[in-house]
């Protein structure tokens, strides 16, 4: 599986924006999905993740309420709603995917490249 993120950019404090994950491969529905970000000189931080079916989802406490994971298998994609963006969400956004169902970035397997969301106050 190959993911390609996209959607990341500037925005002010309280504002929002839309996350996607294009997935390449005819096996991306048999794949748990999550969204990680990583803020510079941060540890990789789990933000949200999706089951295969998109039946399940949960959610790292510091967004829980306000970023909405969702996804796509017909087309590919899983997405990232976030809105009420803080200052402290500004980090590069990872999607992945793996066969766990689970919080913890070493046990998926594929990931993409990143896209950086910044958030101004």
């Known amino acids: 599986v190959q993911l390609q993120a996209s959607g990341g950019g500037l925005v002010q404090a309280g504002g929002s924006l839309r996350l996607s994950c294009a997935a390449s491969?005819?096996?991306?529905?048999?794949?748990?999905m999550g969204w990680f970000r990583q803020a510079p000189g941060q540890q990789r931080e789990f933000v949200a993740a999706?089951?295969?079916?998109?039946?399940?989802?949960y959610y790292g406490d510091s967004v829980k309420g306000r970023f909405t994971i969702s996804r796509d298998n017909r087309r590919n994609t899983v997405n990232l709603q976030m809105n009420s963006l803080k200052p402290e969400d500004t980090a590069v956004y990872f999607c992945?995917?793996?066969?766990?169902?689970?919080?913890?970035?070493?046990?998926?397997?594929?990931w993409g490249q990143g896209t950086q969301v910044t958030v101004s106050s």
């Open positions: 992945a995917a793996g066969r766990n169902w689970c919080t913890q970035s070493r046990l998926y397997n594929y």
């Open positions: 491969g005819r096996t991306f529905s048999t794949y748990n």
């Open positions: 999706i089951n295969w079916s998109g039946a399940a989802t």
